[in-house]
């Protein structure tokens, strides 16, 4: 099952690093940015809003960062493990071994709450599920920033932006071995915004158009050495 061909990044090997939702800390430097493309039924009424992300890794986990253009944190939700989706999110998708039709789903609100998710689909009716014990080596660590405005429900802003650490421990079982410099998965990165009152979509993997949930069309992601 081959991923479109522009969908496609190396991921830089790094040492762990403290995060605070920016995205300034040098590590980040080595990685590039990619770009998220809008998507879905209101593509061509997407404002041209900069919506981007990077990607690294390290011996423990994966790191991931989203910056976005905005205007209005269209967020009320203040807890983790809620239907996140249906408010302003940076979503992250990660298919290690393409035998399975199983993956992990992360999303970040502007606001720092969290919804990770297990994945099976076999292509009907599924159901995300969450971690248990995701605590000590096995927590997400995550944090979020907001610029031009206040960090609140409903406020006036510039833009936002995420960070995450998703450590291997938490993913044991999607993926048979540790992963290693040359070890290839399947990915996408998703943004969902609801100032207009509707959902606007951006993915970086377009080919998905607006489902999220279109793994066969999932992009590439190479660990980098």
């Keep these: ?16 690093f403290e995060l605070d939702g920016t995205g300034t800390h040098a590590a980040w430097n080595r990685a590039p940015w990619l770009t998220l493309a809008p998507v879905g039924e209101r593509a061509a009424k997407t404002p041209a809003w900069t919506t981007r992300a990077k990607l690294l890794w390290s011996a423990r986990g994966l790191y991931l960062l989203g910056d976005f253009e905005d205007r209005r944190l269209s967020c009320t939700l203040t807890a983790d493990d809620g239907p996140l989706y249906t408010e302003d999110i940076f979503e ?7 035998k399975h039709p199983v993956y992990f789903e992360y999303e970040i609100s502007p606001l720092g709450y969290q919804l990770p998710l297990l994945v099976a689909n076999a292509e009907g009716p599924f159901h995300g599920w ?9 927590a997400i660590r995550r944090a979020s920033a907001v610029r031009g405005g206040a960090k609140a429900p409903g406020a006036a802003i510039s833009g936002w932006s995420a960070e995450a650490f998703i450590p291997f421990a938490l993913l044991t079982g999607l993926f048979n071995q540790q992963p290693v410099a040359g070890m290839v998965w399947r990915a996408n990165l998703y943004r969902i915004d609801y100032d207009t009152g509707e959902a606007i979509q951006w993915a970086w993997c377009p080919a998905t158009g607006g489902n999220f949930h279109d793994y066969r069309n999932f992009g590439t992601i190479v660990f980098a050495g």
Aim: net charge negative.
């Design 1 to 16: 099952m081959s991923a479109p061909a522009s969908c496609r990044t190396e991921v830089p090997r790094v040492d762990d």
């Design 130 to 138: 969450l971690p248990f014990a995701a605590t000590g080596g096995r």
């Design 92 to 98: 992250a998708f990660f298919w290690p071994c393409e």
